[in-house]
């Protein structure tokens, strides 16, 4: 069987290269202005030479995206960037206005058009609409089921396709929301999203329903006895806000539905998260390439992430009642990411720590493949050459390091076992 590639999310240049050095295939990154994500997306042009000139020297690929729907007073801009794409040949550009693409094919000829899921593409006339206009990808519409990835690639075998296989979903088709725009003033089309959905929503009238403390039913006026029932805890409620989709067990059939690239989202998240499901994706790929079944621990690796429960997506269907989220944005993993290696001489681990590390503690060391993580006593902690009993997240005026005979590559995460199995990560 020949694998898809694993392709993840590079909000800024760090999290590119963590990225690739987990495993990952390819990423996906673009500056602010010309993308879905604005926060904490800090990638800029000079980035993106020094991420594609990596790339293309290791065997990786970068696809740039361009997939906003900018007004007219932006698209003198939009010109100026696909030149600087024509020049920087990435391996695609992600587009989904009507547009651009045709700006691109004038602009950027030479560099494959990928076609963004805000286009909603979910059936073969829609793909071959698109290859008729010069795009090689189509990324298809979480809404679409495996069974339907199938037909599409049968009768559109040439054009190559991509699906989200992991991270957060969106209450409105393919990401098209207009609430935050209504409540906020910022465009979700626009990449600047404030996620109403996943706000904490307060419910007035109760009742008791089903041992539920704090519940309301909702009944539309014409599908009377039909209700949803909006359910309520101390964090207030979640009802407009989905699970999270987690594909890693069901790779081996949608690599036979005929995708091509499997697409984690997550631009925002921290390059830990990247680490963990990169190497944990890459893992999954390379034991179905090696014919061995699906590894469940696997799924504990990647619960070490925050997340908001998991679910297939649309893998099989509508999710459902299970598809929604109903708690707080939370892991359940005992392992929680506490600091990065920066470097090592003379038996001692220079690190940035991200939180609380004290002395006795065990502490485990993420590396690139699951199987070479080892753990350790942290021991003989200082700070600035002077003995200290602990380190704190976020104190970086300083040369936090700890004793360490094992010579661990920079950039390597570190995390640590925790009391609370309920964390947020």
């Known amino acids: 069987m020949k694998l898809p590639e694993l392709l993840c999310p590079a909000g800024d240049k760090q999290k590119a290269f963590t990225a690739f050095r987990y495993g990952a295939d390819a990423v996906y990154c673009g500056v602010p202005l010309f993308s879905l994500r604005t926060k904490e997306n800090y990638i800029t042009e000079d980035d993106i030479v020094e991420i594609v000139d990596f790339a293309h020297k290791n065997g990786k690929k970068v696809y740039v995206t361009l997939n906003n729907f900018p007004h007219q007073s932006i698209i ?22 009507f547009g651009v693409l045709n700006l691109a094919n004038e602009l950027a000829p030479k560099v494959p058009k990928h076609i963004s899921v805000q286009t909603s593409t979910v059936n073969s006339p829609g793909v071959e609409l698109w290859q008729k206009l010069g795009v090689e990808r189509i990324i298809l519409a979480r809404e679409v089921t495996l069974s339907e990835v199938s037909e599409i690639k049968k009768v559109c075998p040439k054009m190559e396709l991509e699906y989200f296989v992991h991270g ?9 929301c207009l609430l935050s725009n209504h409540l906020t003033g910022r465009d979700a089309n626009l990449g600047v ?16 329903i089903h041992d539920v403390e704090r519940s309301a039913l909702l009944e539309e006026e014409k ?20 699970r999270d989709m987690c594909m890693i067990d069901r790779l081996k059939g949608i690599s036979e539905a005929g995708i091509e690239s499997l697409k984690v989202e997550g631009r925002n998240k921290t390059p830990y998260y990247v680490a963990i499901v990169a190497r944990a994706y890459r ?31 649309f893998l099989d269907g ?25 470097g090592w001489k003379n038996g001692r681990l220079e690190i940035t720590p991200k939180n609380k590390i004290v002395e006795g503690t065990e502490i485990e060391f993420v590396m690139t493949k699951i199987a070479d ?52 990560a």
């Open 76 to 97: 003198p801009e939009v010109k100026k960037y696909l030149k600087f794409i024509a020049k920087v040949k990435p391996d695609g550009i992600i587009l989904a206005d």
């Open 168 to 176: 957060s979903m969106c209450m409105s088709y393919s990401g098209r």
């Open 193 to 208: 999203c404030a996620q109403p959905c996943r706000w904490n929503y307060q419910v007035f009238e109760q009742s008791k």
């Open 223 to 242: 599908r009377k006895g039909e209700f949803l029932q909006a359910e309520e805890d101390f964090h207030g409620t979640h009802i407009m806000s989905s």
């Open 283 to 313: 893992q999954a790929l390379d034991d179905l390439g090696n014919g061995k079944e699906f590894n469940p621990e696997l799924l504990e690796e990647i619960n070490t992430t925050a997340n908001r429960g998991f679910c297939h997506g």
């Open 318 to 342: 509508r999710p459902g009642k299970d598809g929604i989220q109903k708690e707080e944005n939370r892991s359940t993993s005992a392992k929680e990411f506490c600091g990065i290696v920066r």
């Open 373 to 424: 993580d080892f753990s350790m006593t942290a021991k003989d902690l200082r700070f600035n050459d002077e003995k200290v009993e602990a380190f704190h997240g976020g104190n970086q005026n300083g040369v936090a390091s700890i004793a360490c005979e094992v010579a661990v590559a920079e950039g390597t995460f570190i995390r640590q076992r925790t009391a609370n199995v309920s964390h947020k």
